[in-house]
């Protein structure tokens, strides 16, 4: 009985961050930064080809209650299609996982490739009909495009636009036909380690944000030169490494002024700032308004 009473303790629900970027074409991104287990659901019917991508974490697909379980480990993907049955989305997000999914139509999957179908074995006459499931390893490419998504930071009226350009990115490097093709935009990005390396950047400067470490001390701690950190973070991240950090504080700010348990100074002091007048104007450049008057809102 007690085991059962800390499961529900430590398991919680959540919900995809959905964008629909066509008819029949949906970017779904799920971030647990939780010290339990998240639990994620969505219903999903039959014509439609499941994409999943774990970049950070792991993760279990229960399928069927529970009586089939599919595990998704770090910097691999999953791909998931059965015309016969649904395929109902029950994930249990390990803590401190990331995830970002792509749901197709098969209609418009069909459209996407209809000058290369006979290359993708699943839209092939003989099997179209048949179930198909495939797991493989994000490469550095789309390792890129999937942190683009996650860290999304441009104007909320192009979302659409520019998740559907990413998802068509996504899907022509996760199809790209050559195993030996060098597909990597930035040269020094040919490996996965340069690229973990660039994302444990990005976790030092969000675990230290109220004192970051210069850029020179950044890129000693994590291994590489200044001008591959700079280059590196820009092409992953979209923004520079201090552009990317004070988003990421204005917005740490932003939730603990809604949550109403602190004043402005003491938020400002959370994210760095030692004085509230620098708080204030930063966070004024970031929204518009000040921390005040953004609480006023509220109410």
């Known amino acids: 009985m007690n085991n059962e009473n800390n499961d529900l303790r430590n398991v919680a629900k959540g919900s995809f961050d959905e964008t629909i970027v066509d008819d029949g074409f949906y970017v779904l991104t799920y971030q647990n930064e939780n010290s339990f287990t998240e639990v994620v659901e969505r219903d999903i019917d039959s014509s439609y080809i499941q994409f999943h991508f774990c970049i950070k974490g792991s993760s279990q697909f229960i399928f069927n209650k529970g009586t089939y379980i599919l595990n998704i480990l770090e910097e691999n993907s999953l791909l998931l299609y059965n015309p016969q049955r649904d395929l109902p989305i029950h994930l249990d997000v390990n803590p401190n996982s990331w995830l970002v999914s792509v749901l197709v139509s098969i209609k418009k999957f069909h459209g996407l490739f209809s000058q290369e179908a006979d290359f993708i074995t699943f839209l092939s006459d ?55 093709a060098n597909i990597e935009q930035c040269p020094f990005l040919v490996d996965e380690a340069n690229v973990i390396k660039i994302r444990s950047a990005k976790d030092i400067i969000i675990s230290r944000m109220s004192e970051p470490p210069s850029l020179q ?39 603990l002024l809604e949550t109403g348990d602190h004043n402005v100074n003491e938020v400002g002091l959370k994210v760095g700032y030692s004085t509230s007048s620098h708080f204030i104007a930063a966070f004024k450049k970031k929204y518009g308004t000040t921390p005040k008057k953004y609480i006023m809102s509220l109410s």
Request: a positive charge; aromatic letters at 14%; proline letters at 1%.
């Open 217 to 255: 001390e950044l890129a000693d701690e994590i291994g590489l030169n200044l001008k591959k950190l700079k280059e590196g973070f820009k092409q992953i991240y979209g923004d520079t490494v201090y552009s990317f950090l004070f988003d990421y504080k204005m917005e740490v700010a932003r939730k």
């Open 126 to 180: 003989d099997n179209k009909n048949k179930k198909y499931y495939k797991d493989g390893m994000i490469s550095p490419s789309m390792a890129i495009v999937l942190n683009q998504l996650i860290n999304f930071n441009l104007n909320t009226s192009i979302k659409s636009l520019y998740f559907k350009g990413k998802a068509l990115e996504l899907l022509s490097l996760y199809f790209n036909r050559s195993e030996e």
